[in-house]
């Protein structure tokens, strides 16, 4: 890969996400295969945007995804973000070479507990290589931070 190439791949903060539509290839393998997974549509996962190099996603609440309480499963928020990460990662690849993904890594750090509230993953790819993404992932109830995430996909 050429530096000029590498250069490319790094997501510059001033611009704007979304320049280029998502292909809709991968947009409807997205769909298909993370959002309408059985375990998304167990936790009710919902994908509310998607550009590329980015996707946001909502949990609503549910009873079913407690741990004590009414607080959120760690676990549960675990998913949300494995999911929003991957989605990320898949949305500027291309439908010719992709065969498919695979989570490589995931770091989440726990901010504070979400309870009896509507999550948002918002993901971010922070760098994108011929085989491997890696994405930025926050978690947020309202304008509370839940978890930060780094997650690393591999693409094959």
């Given at each position: 890969?050429?530096?000029?190439?590498?250069?490319?791949?790094?997501?510059?903060p001033a611009e704007a996400p979304g320049t280029q539509a998502v292909d809709a290839r991968i947009a409807e393998q997205i769909h298909r295969l993370l959002?309408?997974?059985?375990?998304?549509?167990?936790?009710?996962?919902?994908?509310?945007?998607?550009?590329?190099?980015?996707?946001?996603?909502?949990?609503?609440?549910?009873?079913?995804?407690?741990?004590?309480?009414?607080?959120?499963?760690?676990g549960v928020i675990a998913a949300l973000i494995d999911v929003a990460g991957v989605a990320a990662a898949l949305s500027g690849a291309s439908s010719e070479?992709?065969?498919?993904?695979?989570?490589?890594?995931?770091?989440?750090?726990?901010?504070?507990?979400?309870?009896?509230?509507?999550?948002?993953?918002?993901?971010?790819?922070?760098?994108?290589?011929?085989?491997?993404?890696?994405?930025?992932?926050?978690?947020?109830?309202?304008?509370?931070?839940?978890?930060?995430?780094?997650?690393?996909?591999?693409?094959?």
């Open positions: 890969m050429t530096r000029e190439k590498d250069e490319k791949s790094e997501r510059d959002i309408g997974s059985p375990v998304s549509r167990a936790l009710g996962i919902e994908l509310h945007g998607l550009e590329i190099d980015r996707a946001v996603l909502v949990l609503p609440f549910k009873p079913e995804n407690v741990t004590v309480e009414d607080i959120v499963h760690g070479t992709l065969g498919g993904s695979a989570t490589s890594t995931l770091s989440i750090s726990y901010l504070a507990p979400a309870r009896s509230v509507p999550l948002r993953a918002e993901a971010m790819v922070l760098r994108r290589g011929r085989r491997q993404v890696v994405v930025d992932v926050s978690v947020a109830a309202g304008p509370l931070a839940v978890a930060k995430a780094l997650v690393t996909a591999a693409l094959f």
